[in-house]
């Protein structure tokens, strides 16, 4: 069973973007994408 989660940018924290995760993965997801409000590459953390 796949859940969404959506990444959060760790400098405006906006919600940018959104993922289906597996629930066999426990450690939360980070990467280096795109933020539109920033303009510029920023790391994107899951949210819970």
């Known amino acids: 069973m796949k859940k969404k989660v959506a990444l ?3 400098e405006c924290k906006s919600r940018n973007y959104e993922i289906q995760k597996s629930d066999k993965r426990t450690e939360r997801f980070e990467i280096l994408k795109y933020c539109s409000t920033c ?3 920023t790391l994107h953390k899951e949210g819970k």
Do not use: N, V
Request: aromatic share 0%.
């Open 8 to 10: 959060i940018c760790q």
């Open 39 to 41: 303009k510029k590459h």
